[in-house]
T-cell receptor
Framework: GAVVSQHPSWVICKSGTSVKIECRSL??????MFWYRQFPKQSLMLMAT?????????EQGVEKDKFLINHASLTLSTLTVTSAHPEDSSFYIC???????????FGPGTRLLVL | RKEVEQDPGPFNVPEGATVAFNCTYS??????FFWYRQDCRKEPKLLMS???SGNEDGRFTAQLNRASQYISLLIRDSKLSDSATYLC???????????????FGKGTKLSVIP
């Protein structure tokens, strides 16, 4: 399957700081990438859909000013958690849409811990 | 009604057993169906797509019943390494190319016991 990387894999930060997470599709061009969040023992919840060259589409209940998404190229999307708070601590996973297989390949995820 | 519903689990089975996972989806316009596997504290990984005619990949068999909006996954001769959470996933995009948004079930945890 396709390869998607995510960086960093772990982040520990103080409350109030901003954290940037990068998602890259390494062997294919992804016009669409997705950002998910998963709390312990919960299912993946889609936060937003990121389209190259246009604004992201956010799911209901997700604050677009808090979770800034930029999809500047066909291989890179970034998620910035602004002014992070302890309740933002979670497992953030990106995925890239594979148009041929009509499915998504996931990055390894980023664990964020806000103290 | 939840969009994608799965057996709550967990399933604890001995090595060599056959185990079946069931899933139902609510959107009759759904186009594509998948089973993903997620190991503890890892990202989901595509296990297999599910085709209308049913498909098999080694010890894994997936079935789709569009009339009943039901998907299944059968694992034969289960191995210790099969222990994971199995996610039923549906692509409900009905408008063709351009959107591949997936809806995930909550997953069913499988533990294969020696």
């Amino acid at each position: 399957g396709a390869v998607v990387s995510q960086h960093p894999s772990w982040v520990i930060c103080k409350s109030g700081t901003s954290v940037k997470i990068e998602c890259r599709s390494l062997d294919f061009q992804a016009t669409t990438m997705f950002w998910y969040r998963q709390f312990p023992k919960q299912s993946l919840m889609l936060m937003a859909t990121s389209n190259e060259g246009s604004k992201a589409t956010y799911e209901q209940g997700v604050e677009k000013d808090k979770f800034l998404i930029n999809h500047a190229s066909l291989t890179l999307s970034t998620l910035t958690v602004t002014s992070a708070h302890p309740e933002d601590s979670s497992f953030y996973i990106c995925s890239a849409a594979d148009l041929l297989e009509e499915t998504q390949y996931f990055g390894p995820g980023t664990r964020l811990l806000v103290l | 009604r939840k969009e994608v519903e799965q057996d709550p689990g967990p399933f604890n089975v001995p090595e060599g057993a056959t185990v079946a996972f069931n899933c139902t989806y609510s959107n009759s316009a759904s186009q594509s169906f998948f089973w993903y596997r997620q190991d503890c504290r890892k990202e989901p990984k595509l296990l297999m797509s599910v085709y209308s005619s049913g498909n098999e990949d080694g010890r894994f068999t997936a079935q789709l019943n569009r009339a009943s909006q039901y998907i299944s996954l059968l694992i034969r001769d289960s191995k210790l390494s099969d222990s994971a959470t199995y996610l039923c996933v549906v692509n409900s995009n009905a408008s063709g190319a351009g959107s591949y948004q997936l809806t995930f079930g909550k997953g069913t945890k499988l533990s294969v016991i020696p």
